[in-house]
């Protein structure tokens, strides 16, 4: 009889089976990826009708329409659209600066003639002047004569250049190599004092040495053509000039 309980004993025990730990992780992965590529089966073929309708209740729930209000200009407070090629006109300047250099016997020397095409009047001042012979120092003369000439543009809104002319002969220095060095050293002189005096920047400054010497009246005797290349240009742009200066 203990027999028989010992063998009823040992049927209702529960066996269990120990399995190696990476079973289990192997196990999970199987499923995870029979899961993934049930998941892409679903989605292969899509119902565009169900689709549809499920867009539009989504779009229904969740947008949010506000009215659009369009706002006029006030036009107190709207910012004035500004000319950035803003000048004075070239007739009135020319009519005062003719008169300043009537009136100033360091400046009746100096010339001035227009461009009506390219809208610019052109303030010529002689190097002998203002300069020594192939130097770019000015003389305490010439000095003055700027000073004054800039005193009189000081209120211009034109745009300005500085333009240096030397004549065709040759010269070779330390500090002067050729004309091209001369005449940039001379208008960057004559730029500095004009904006001394309160001129609105900025000046561009050039140099044109000898390069403008053909455009010289050829009737004229060469020393006076010599003497005519010799110069330092001022030259004033009017509202038409589009082009960049020189």
Not at 115 to 134: A, G, H, Q, T, Y
Not at 137 to 153: I, K
Not at 186 to 194: H, L
Not at 205 to 226: E, V
């Amino acid at each position: 009889m203990a027999d028989d309980q010992n063998t009823e004993e040992n049927s209702n025990e529960i066996h269990i089976i120990e399995c190696p730990a990476w079973l289990l992780t192997f196990a999970d992965l199987i499923s995870l990826l029979i899961t993934f590529f049930v998941l892409l089966y679903s989605m292969k073929v899509v119902d565009t009708q169900k689709w549809e309708e499920m867009k539009g209740s989504f779009a229904g729930v969740f947008s949010i329409r506000e009215p659009v209000v369009t706002t006029p200009p006030d036009q107190q407070t709207a910012i004035e659209k500004i000319d950035p090629f803003e000048a004075d006109n070239l007739d009135y300047i020319e009519g005062i600066l003719m008169q300043s250099f009537s009136q100033d016997p360091l400046l009746k020397d100096t010339t001035m003639s227009r461009d009506r095409e390219k809208d610019r009047l052109i303030v010529s001042v002689p190097s002998s002047l203002v300069f020594e012979s192939n130097e770019d120092a000015l003389r305490q003369e010439g000095l003055r004569a700027v000073q004054n000439l800039g005193d009189a543009l000081r209120h211009l809104d034109n745009r300005i250049a500085v333009a240096g002319h030397t004549d065709p002969f040759p010269i070779k220095s330390d500090k002067f190599p050729s004309n091209w060095e001369l005449g940039m050293a001379r208008s960057a002189q004559i730029a500095d004092v004009i904006l001394s005096r309160g001129v609105r920047g900025p000046i561009r400054i050039i140099s044109f040495a000898d390069s403008r010497f053909g455009q010289i009246d050829r009737g004229l005797p060469i020393s006076k053509r010599y003497a005519i290349s010799r110069r330092v240009e001022v030259i004033i742009y009017g509202e038409k000039d589009s082009e960049l200066p020189f």
